[in-house]
């Protein structure tokens, strides 16, 4: 059964330094993994995705992804943390059958500190 | 491009009544829609599969009576909570998968529900 552990509930980080948020996954097939954002009382936005192509993904506003299948991870990096990018980080993995459904991580909250 | 649209964004009604919420793809024809409940500091909760024309696949725990999906068409799926109750209080977004294999799910901005 495929499984992701997002292995922090809280990241606080000050603004201009890196952020790593951290995202293991379970997978008896190669997944296909995102990672979602949500700001307060929003819906959830895409980062980036991986899908089989390259290993290192690169998404929306300076976020990066590397998929490490020998690790089992999908962890989530930004050389220099924004103040907006204060939010909710989803990791996501796809349930390996027809129905398309995605399989949630529980969440890490970004801090980020003036 | 892929935009998925709710409304209302926020809803109140009292204890009793029924409250509906839609859900619509605006650029591209959805062939599967999905619900999704939200806690308060907590994941998303998967509800149910929507695809245009069949009934609704519900998880397992959620009542099917009590959460009536409707999916009359390629870019419209609709969420009612029948008889709502404190407890159905909640966080309801919803998502929209557009290409026949794509896994990718585009998320509505959600409707907060509160119910007095």
């Known amino acids: 059964a495929q499984s992701v552990t997002q292995l922090d509930s809280h990241v606080s980080v000050s603004e201009g330094t890196p952020v790593l948020l951290r995202c293991n996954y379970s997978?008896?097939?190669?997944?296909?993994l995102f990672w979602y954002v949500q700001h307060p009382n929003k819906g959830l936005q895409l980062l980036l995705k991986y899908t089989s192509a390259a290993t290192l993904v690169k998404g929306i506003n300076g976020f990066e992804a590397e998929f490490k299948k020998s690790e089992t991870s999908f962890h989530l990096t930004k050389p220099s943390a924004h103040m907006s990018d204060a939010a909710e980080y989803f990791c996501?993995?796809?349930?390996?059958?027809?129905?398309?459904?995605?399989?949630f991580g529980s969440g890490t909250r970004l801090l980020v500190r003036p | 491009g892929a935009v998925v649209s709710q409304h209302p964004s926020w809803v109140i009604c009292k204890s009793g009544t029924s409250v509906k919420i839609e859900c619509r793809s605006l650029d591209f024809q959805a062939t599967t829609m999905f619900w999704y409940r939200q806690f308060p500091k907590q994941s998303l909760m998967l509800m149910a599969t929507s695809n245009e024309g069949s009934k609704a696949t519900y998880e397992q725990g959620v009542e099917k009576d009590k959460f009536l999906i409707n999916h009359a068409s390629l870019t419209l799926s609709t969420l009612t909570v029948t008889s709502a109750h404190p407890e159905d209080s909640s966080f309801y977004i919803c998502?929209?998968?557009?290409?026949?294999?794509?896994?990718?799910?585009?998320f509505g901005p959600g409707t907060r529900l509160t119910v007095t």
């Open positions: 997978s008896s097939y190669s997944p296909s």
């Open positions: 996501v993995v796809t349930k390996m059958d027809s129905s398309y459904k995605l399989i």
């Open positions: 998502s929209a998968r557009g290409g026949v294999s794509s896994y990718e799910q585009y």
